[in-house]
């Protein structure tokens, strides 16, 4: 069952002195599956942060539409998509978007205190999901007392704490050193093996290597798509370096 579908979805942006007009987005049209994770890769300026600002409702689009589980995102009142995207979505950035001021715990927290949860749901919900991230120790810390990966590793908490419908990540791993980026990608792993949903943005052959589908968006539209079948994190790796190469080379049809 398709839970995310975007429908000929068009972006226009007008200058500031309205001069000029850019077409960010053409003519995108793709489905995510209940359950896949997929990863969007493309040079910059081809209309990926684009695509990910619409899905995430951070942006309307001009044409077309984009469905989460049948429902038109762009039908959704302005006052109302705040809320909108706390229930249905969760969100994870290279930047961690932790306050400093508050504790890993509290981050946690933050979204379902928003959602008017008390203390005894929050802290049941918390606990197995710290103990499968391995942050039960730092909870009672703050943002400047962990290293990056355990702040991405709170972040990423944060996300499932809600429960989301889809996980939207921006560039996980872009702040992370080799070691955290090899850890936050086996938990994406495991989470999407629990059934969760999983749409990254990322300029990292590594981190998409580790998706189930890898989505190219080349001048606003999507160019090609791999599907992983039976290829290895390795063959997949090779499959993704080998299309960027055509893809920075020019080439209109890609062979993979």
């Not at 493309?42 to 989460?68: F, H, M, Y």
């Not at 229930?87 to 927290?109: A, S």
Request: glycine letters at 8%; zero cysteines.
């Amino acid at each position: 069952m398709s839970i995310l579908e975007a429908q000929g979805v068009r972006k226009v942006y007008t200058t500031r002195f309205g001069g000029n007009k850019v077409e960010a987005l053409k003519n995108v049209s793709f489905r995510v599956e209940q359950g896949e994770y997929v990863a969007i890769m493309g040079e910059s300026g081809s209309g990926k942060t684009t695509l990910l600002n619409i899905l995430a409702v951070l942006d309307r689009p001009t044409a077309g539409r984009v469905l989460l589980e049948g429902k038109d995102v762009g039908a959704v009142k302005e006052s109302a998509v705040a809320a909108f995207r706390r229930d249905n979505l969760g969100f994870v950035f290279q930047d961690f978007n932790l306050l400093d001021t508050f504790t890993l715990e509290d981050n946690i927290y933050l979204p379902l205190v928003l959602m008017g949860k008390g203390y005894e749901e929050m802290h049941n919900r918390l606990m197995p999901i710290a103990e499968k991230l391995g942050i039960q120790e730092l909870l009672k810390k703050y943002p400047y007392e962990v290293s990056g990966g355990q702040k991405q590793r709170a972040a990423v908490a944060r996300t499932l704490i809600t429960r989301p419908k889809l996980v939207l990540a921006d560039e996980p791993t872009g702040a992370l050193d080799s070691k955290s980026t090899d850890e936050l990608l086996d938990i994406f792993a495991d989470v999407n093996r629990l059934g969760q949903t999983i749409l990254m943005v990322t300029h990292s052959v590594k981190a998409a290597s580790r998706a189930g589908r890898v989505m190219f968006i080349r001048d606003g539209e999507v160019f090609h798509q791999i599907y992983r079948g039976e290829s290895t994190n390795e063959q997949l790796y090779q499959k993704i370096s080998d299309t960027l190469t055509m893809i920075a080379n020019g080439k209109s049809t890609v062979y993979v």
